[in-house]
């Protein structure tokens, strides 16, 4: 049987997608950096047997933002393009016919106005989203032979059971009774489920459609503030929303940054932008009907904290 090779099994998205694949019938082989567990194999104990008996490799592993800014450039750079370059090289030289690159709208774009399509001309300014850029254009100026697939795929925030994200942070402000003061700000941001990107990454495995970029997300964006009321009315608890004038809080946000405060300028504009993204084309091209309900993800990504 044809497996299908994943790197970065132990992170969010790949403890997601293993299981959700093998209930679906697949036969799954973990590459991670070491060899702990049955069913895993090394970046440097990778053979061209390993690649050549496998259909598809999905690139799940990367260095992620780090918000506390502690990380130096040349991480993002060595994990998230140097290895992507190394495996793809591999890939072009083997029998496997798929390759899927997990990248990121950061690889876009960091500020988005309007919807963020896949013809947008990239222009990242982090780190994070120029390594992923400069790996996405790497892989593209190859020459892929025929029968051979690339899907690059950008995925919005992604959240689900187990993530630690903002999502929780915010969950923790209602749960705890803490006024959320950015009732003023009205913006519009994409989520993804977890599940969701699942039966995505499924779909490419199984359709095949044409190579290339392709954005993910949810159907509906939604604003910071009826997210906070949607954790709210999970927990039965209503929130307090308060319309803080806007000059007040950058105020406090710049306050924030010279006291190494958790709440500085770049965390107000993480709550306050919008960053909306199209899934039209992934969601044509694999012949994606059914709604992809936003509120109900978030709603079940919610309830998950609620157990903890």
């Known amino acids: 049987m044809n497996k299908i090779i994943i790197s970065g099994a132990s992170g969010f998205v790949g403890q997601n997608l293993i299981p959700y694949l093998e209930g679906n019938g697949l036969n799954v082989i973990a590459l991670s950096r070491e060899s702990k567990v049955a069913k895993t194999i090394t970046y440097d104990g990778i053979s061209i047997d390993n690649w050549n008996n496998a259909s598809t490799f999905v690139h799940l592993a990367g260095k992620a933002h780090d918000l506390k800014k502690t990380s130096d450039d040349s991480a993002y750079f060595e994990v998230n393009r140097d290895l992507t370059i190394k495996l793809f090289n591999q890939f072009l030289k083997s029998d496997c016919s798929t390759f899927i690159f997990m990248s990121s709208v950061k690889a876009a774009a960091d500020e988005v106005e309007g919807v963020l399509e896949e013809s947008y001309i990239p222009d990242p300014q982090t780190p994070y989203g120029k390594s992923k850029r400069e790996a996405e254009e790497y892989l593209l100026a ?9 899907y690059i795929l950008r995925p919005c925030m992604i959240h689900g059971s187990g993530n630690k994200g903002n999502l929780n942070l915010l969950y923790q402000v209602v749960k705890n009774g803490i006024p959320y003061p950015l009732g003023i700000y009205e913006n519009k941001r994409s989520f993804l489920s977890i599940q969701n990107l699942n039966i995505i990454i499924a779909a490419f495995i199984k359709q095949q459609p044409a190579s290339g970029i392709y954005h993910i997300a949810d159907d509906e964006p939604i604003s910071t503030s009826d997210l906070i009321r949607l954790i709210g009315a999970v927990l039965k608890k209503k929130p307090m929303i ?19 405060a958790p709440f500085d300028t770049n965390a107000l504009q993480k709550l306050t932008e919008s960053y909306v993204v199209s899934n039209k084309k992934v969601k044509e091209s694999l012949n994606i009907t059914q709604p992809w309900d936003t509120i109900a993800g978030l709603k079940k990504t919610i309830e998950s904290f609620d157990l903890k």
């Open 242 to 260: 308060l319309n803080v004038p806007k000059p007040v809080m950058q105020g406090l946000s710049r306050l924030g940054g010279m006291l190494k």
């Open 142 to 150: 190859q020459n892929l032979p025929h029968g051979k697939n690339l």
